[in-house]
């Protein structure tokens, strides 16, 4: 598979934590580069190392082969693909278009549909990993979409992260992440109880921390986020708001497919909590502080 | 730390799957070992193996250095050590008791009392890495007791596992199983649900479990039991009646400590729910069918 990167310019839309260290990879790769966000000072880093401006997601597709977009909520990515001045408004047939939003895998199908009635691709492809994981282009990437296409894409993808998986067709990359967000969204609940529990029944946190890690309790979270509580840390790495959102689709999808997800369904009640308590951008690990205040617990190690 | 040999005679109470494996570790290590057991024919093989029979707890203590039980539910534990024919009734001053059943803090707490009136260490060792850890000798194991008791029976415990934590005095070891089986219990919804949610999105199940597993999404329970369940294995390892005792544990304990679990207590019911169904045999796997039965809906997967 090879690239000519004389013709491949590439479109970029959605300069937030993830997207801005996303672009800049591919800009560091050779890779030429227009940009667009809601908010241009967002922009201004990537602009000061040549990327080319452009006033709306129509502009960026007009003048490119590949336009990336990662942005907030699926109404966004409604807009920015299929909004009067978005990217399928001016994309020319025969280029690719590639949501890296975490949004739901029935919009990623729309999109898909309408981009093929004009002779473009599309493909969905979110992401997992959080900021150090867009930071250090170690992202897992979940991607749905027709072969052709994700094999157009995927050099590209590459310079982005270490895990590509080509789940099947639109909407598939979607349906995955949702697995993944899934599987998150419970487990969180079990991190938080459990050092909830170790400090109430008195134990040393650390090395009860350790004592679990390894075994058959262990898990990512665990071992990533565990250490943040302990530490009083609950600075973003991804925001409550977000994981609310993509919870939110998944229990959406879930109920469609007429599917009871009831541990599910609890986290995200605990997060919307969370949001309610004023921790709607906090990190996720914040769910912690949801379950000490229920029980009306203060969490020692709060900074 | 070193042990005479000659004069360490170990008690053994109980043969089951965990049990039978342990006693054989350090009969092959070359400790000269009693043992009690309710049905004596589960004792065979120790006994072809040199171990001595007793008919009650408290004749095994009676002629041992250190006694160890790993029984089944509390009202087992409170009859082995502190019965009329209990461990505490016949065992001499100086001597160790060792409970390494997954039981009540509260309980390993009274037993320890009652121990040291008579001038009897007791140590609570609950352990963790199930059927596989008791026979390869990988356990982790939770310890709670004083010193001076862990200090004594360490040297043994290392016959037994791989990953030896003291994690405090009396009922500490107990907590910190209870740690371990909250976050299990709630993990294992989350594995559950998201592979119902992949098979009903039609996601190939196999490559979404790769997909997942290697991120943030990463547990050893998707990893170890993820595999399993695509295989439509839901053969014990761990059966579920004994995680139900388990959780029902852990959610007094919290009750008591008046912490409140919404993810431990749904686990809880879920895994009632799964007993009710007839899979109290089953290993804790099986969770995932009684979420699919929820939603009157077959796993494809299912032997």
């Known amino acids: 598979m090879s690239v000519s990167r004389e013709l491949t310019r590439v479109g970029w839309i959605g300069t937030g934590v993830m997207g801005a260290s996303m672009a800049r990879h591919l800009l560091a790769a050779g890779y030429p580069m227009t940009v667009h966000t809601r908010t ?3 922009a201004a880093d990537l602009e000061s190392r040549n990327a080319r401006w452009a006033d709306s997601p129509a502009e960026v597709a007009a003048e490119c082969d590949t336009t990336f977009a990662i942005v ?3 109404a966004d990515v409604r807009d920015t693909f299929l909004g009067a001045e978005g990217a399928l408004a001016g994309a020319n047939p025969g280029s690719l278009l590639v949501d890296m939003t975490t949004s739901e895998p029935s919009l990623a199908v729309e999109i898909a549909e309408a981009a093929a009635a004009k002779g473009i691709g599309a493909v ?6 959080g900021d ?3 930071r250090n282009a170690t992202l897992s990437i979940m991607i749905g979409g027709a072969d052709d296409d994700v094999v157009r894409v995927w050099p590209l993808l590459e310079i982005l992260g270490n895990t590509l998986v080509h789940a099947g067709g639109p909407g598939a990359g979607q349906h995955t992440k949702m697995v993944n967000q899934i599987l998150i969204a419970t487990g969180m609940i079990g991190v938080s109880e459990a050092l909830l529990y170790a400090q109430q029944a008195g134990l040393d946190l650390d090395k009860t921390l350790e004592a679990v890690s390894g075994g058959a309790a262990g898990s990512w979270s665990l071992s990533n986020y565990g ?3 302990l530490e009083g840390d609950f ?3 991804f925001f409550v ?3 609310v959102k993509d919870m939110g689709i998944a229990l959406d999808e879930a109920g469609t497919m007429r599917l009871s997800t009831p541990g599910l369904a609890l986290a995200h009640q605990l997060y ?3 949001q309610a308590q004023g921790g709607g951008r906090s990190g996720t690990q914040a769910l912690l502080l949801a379950l000490a205040r229920l029980s009306d617990f203060e969490w020692s190690r709060s900074r």
Chains 1, 2 share one sequence.
């Not at 969905?124 to 990993?129: E, M, Q």
């Open 40 to 42: 241009r000072e967002k």
């Open 72 to 74: 907030g909520f699926p």
């Open 124 to 129: 969905d492809a979110p992401v997992s990993g």
């Open 272 to 274: 919307v909590a969370l």
């Open 235 to 237: 600075a973003p790495g």
């Open 227 to 229: 250490p943040r509580m």
């Open 241 to 243: 708001d977000h994981f």
């Open 132 to 134: 150090v994981g867009a």
